[in-house]
């Protein structure tokens, strides 16, 4: 992974980010590089800013300073319309699965087809929910609503709605969260099978150990709103230090 | 001490709220429209809403109308009750008791939905997936409660002077003919127009009260039973507020 990040340039180079919310500081300073097909865990506690990052990178949430590159282009100073077109090419899972409640499943995954700023013809929409559904395994639940679904399904679903616009990066936002260990395990099989089939680049936002051992080629370790340490799996079990040890013991 | 922290916070949500108007009021205008979505929230704000908009119109017409036989006996003008009836339907009761009846349905419907859709996270991805949810979720449906309810306050003062026409019926023996000619002679545009006008107010402060409340929900389940609670009791109270207003107005200018 090092010689890979040596030659390329990154998808996603954060630098200096900060972020707060009135007088709590929850991102100060922080920077980040994702390369093309590379799978980047953030890991940290619960309240650290994970999911402050992640809603940053997607521009859901504006930051107070520093930049978010995303294919070189500057986030904060990109207008609507740009805005638009890089969040067609970078998928994001959310950690409730955010499925439309009111719509079916083909509805769900036809949603994104139909309002971005890329226009797809009915034969084309058919084909891309029925290749996104097939990838999760879940075709037959094609006009099912979300609401008679299972957790796992529901993620699943989640994912293919993700997929259904082919991004090149995909943001996870906790994505074992609320699952069973066997489900949890699917879904981080799915994840990778995702990255091998497609060649995505994924940033991972987590603090299941399990996703982190099988999912990461690389971890960020995000501690007091700043990137603590990072290394490969192997490389943090070895780290004495304990704010990085006590998520490996 | 309380009552200043009160004050400042009632004054922090009513500036809150203003924003939000006015943030409603300049997406209105930009583009992308969402018509589509407008269609379909006036088919589920509108048209699903007449049985319960219908019912309760005429029971009120049937009520009303009973109640105020004794009275109008008493004071031997039993004949009057058409007029009676029509001019307190039209200029009063029926746009103020369909608004009650429409934010109790519509207001809660859309603060629960929103504030659910908020919790859970659709908003956020409705955002990232290219649309501009304040546009598909508040313009659309603000728009369809102002000119739904209108519509439906009109059908409820016809389906209650119905309701009267029965009424009248139980115990007397008034034509149908002679019944509608009365109501027809009596009522003016003055009573009708200023009305009408004023129900749109009304269905504008459903919608936009009952989305601000849904849009800005927060704390999980809990807050969205409590957008969906504050939703009605807030539109309710400003349907007062603008009928207290609009009386006020059209008595300025003239139309009492």
Aim: neutral net charge.
């Amino acid at each position: 992974m090092k010689l890979e990040e040596n030659i390329t340039l990154p998808v996603i180079a954060i630098n200096n980010l900060s972020k707060s919310f009135g007088s709590n500081i929850v991102l100060k300073d922080f920077n980040l590089n994702l390369y093309k097909k590379q799978n980047l865990v953030v890991l940290g506690k619960s309240g650290s800013g994970k999911s402050v990052l992640i809603k940053c990178i997607i521009g859901l949430l504006k930051p107070d300073k520093g930049s978010i590159e995303v294919f070189d282009k500057n986030l904060p100073d990109l207008n609507d319309l740009e805005l638009d077109k890089i969040r067609a090419k970078v998928g994001f899972l959310f950690q409730s699965n955010a499925l439309y409640d009111s719509m079916t499943v083909r509805e769900n995954l036809e949603f994104p087809l139909r309002r971005h700023w890329i226009k797809h013809n009915q034969g084309e929409v058919e084909q891309l929910v029925t290749e996104a559904l097939n990838d999760v395994g879940l075709l037959h639940t094609i006009e099912m609503m979300p609401s008679e679904l299972s957790g796992g399904m529901r993620k699943r679903i989640a994912l293919a709605r993700t997929l259904i616009l082919k991004p090149d990066i995909i943001l996870y936002d906790e994505p074992t969260t609320g699952l069973d260990p066997i489900t949890g395990k699917e879904i981080i099989k799915l994840m990778i099978d995702i990255k091998k089939k497609y060649g995505t680049a994924a940033l991972i936002i987590s603090h299941d150990m399990n996703c982190v051992k099988m999912a990461a080629d690389k971890i960020v370790i995000l501690y007091e709103g700043k990137c603590y340490a990072e290394g490969t799996y192997n490389e943090l079990t070895e780290n004495n230090d304990p704010n990085v040890k006590q998520f490996f013991e | 001490m309380s009552q200043a922290i009160l004050l400042k916070s009632f004054f922090e949500e009513t500036g809150k709220t203003f924003r939000f108007i006015l943030r409603f009021l300049l997406q209105w205008f930009k583009p992308r429209y969402e018509v589509a979505e407008f269609f379909r929230q006036c088919y589920v704000i509108g048209y699903k809403s007449l049985p319960l908009i219908g019912l309760t119109g005429f029971i009120m017409g049937l009520v009303l109308t009973m109640q105020l036989r004794p009275t109008m006996i008493e004071y031997g003008v039993e004949s009057q009750i058409p007029i009676i009836v029509a001019i307190s339907i039209v200029r009063e009761i029926g746009p103020v008791i369909t608004a009650l009846i429409f934010a109790g349905k519509i207001g809660s419907s859309i603060g629960a939905e929103l504030g659910s859709m908020k919790v859970t996270e659709q908003i956020d991805a409705m955002e990232v997936s290219g649309t501009n949810p304040f546009k598909y979720l508040v313009v659309s449906r603000v728009m369809a409660t102002t000119l739904m309810l209108p519509i439906l306050a009109l059908l409820s003062d016809a389906i209650s002077l119905y309701g009267a026409y029965l009424g009248v019926n139980i115990k007397g023996d008034t034509s149908f003919t002679l019944f509608w000619t009365q109501i027809f002679d009596s009522l003016s545009f003055n009573d009708v127009l200023p009305a009408f006008i004023k129900t749109y107010f009304f269905g504008f402060a459903v919608g936009i009260i009952g989305c601000y409340k849904g849009y800005n929900s927060n704390k999980g389940t809990e807050g969205v039973g409590k957008s969906a609670n504050s939703a009605v009791v807030l539109s309710s109270i400003l349907i007062f507020i603008l009928d207290l207003l609009a009386v006020q107005i059209t008595d300025l200018l003239g139309f009492n």
